[in-house]
């Protein structure tokens, strides 16, 4: 069962062409890595997916909704579709607890105590249960992005989107955001769809991987036959220089 389904979209920035003919299935409980030069349009497509950018062509289904169906309730789809964005975006007047249980109470009205106890829960998760009154300022990136993965979490969503999750943190910091990651994955009622430049993740954690170029999907493949020895030179190409730094 397909959560996410991308047929013949085109989508356009004034004359720059972003996204050409994509044509793109992601099933229920698939973890499926974007990867391609910066500029290839892998932040475009991801941000396509809860409605952050519109298509202005083809059909973009999402859970059964055709996001380019102007009577689609877009809030219903972002209950179940959560976004992990590279700046964290948390509130820094809240707590990282209260970050994690605004959204749940007023998109939700989930109970208080239900909601404050969930939080809790996906602290301990993320590894930060004592940081759970600490605000943004007092967190490093990394923190703050577990936080923010929790925060998506809290949602109870059928799919997670991250947008290269981990290209603003310090070297030091990104493999604790990785295993969140990685347990997320684990779990195989989850969708995850996936940018990001840590080729070692992507080999370790995804189902498949999507190369991409120039707006366009140059590869789909599983993620074993990738790495072994991609059919497209440009991804042959890509995949050399990233192995050289």
Known sequence: MSMIEFKDVEKYYGDFHALKNVNLEIDAGETVVLIGPSGSGKSTLIRTVNGLEEIQQGQLLVDGFDLHDPKTDMNKIRKNVGMVFQHFNLYNNKSAIENIMLAPRLVLK????????????????????????????????????????????????????????????????????????????????????????????AKAVADRVI?????????????????????????????????NH
């Open 211 to 243: 190369f991409m170029a120039d707006g366009q999907i140059l590869e789909d493949s599983s993620t074993a036959s990738f790495f072994e020895k991609p059919s497209e030179p440009r991804a042959q190409k890509f995949l050399s220089q990233v192995a």
């Open 110 to 201: 989930r109970d208080e105590a239900e909601n404050k106890k969930i939080a809790m829960e996906l602290l301990e998760k993320v590894g930060l249960a004592d940081k759970a009154t600490n605000m943004p300022s007092e967190l490093s990136g990394g923190q703050k992005q577990r936080i923010a993965i929790a925060r998506s979490l809290a949602m109870k969503p059928k799919a997670l989107l991250f947008d290269e999750p981990t290209s603003a943190l310090d070297p030091e910091m990104i493999g604790d955001v990785l295993d969140v990651m990685r347990d997320i994955a684990a779990d195989s009622s989850m969708t995850m769809l996936v940018v990001t430049h840590e080729m070692s993740f």
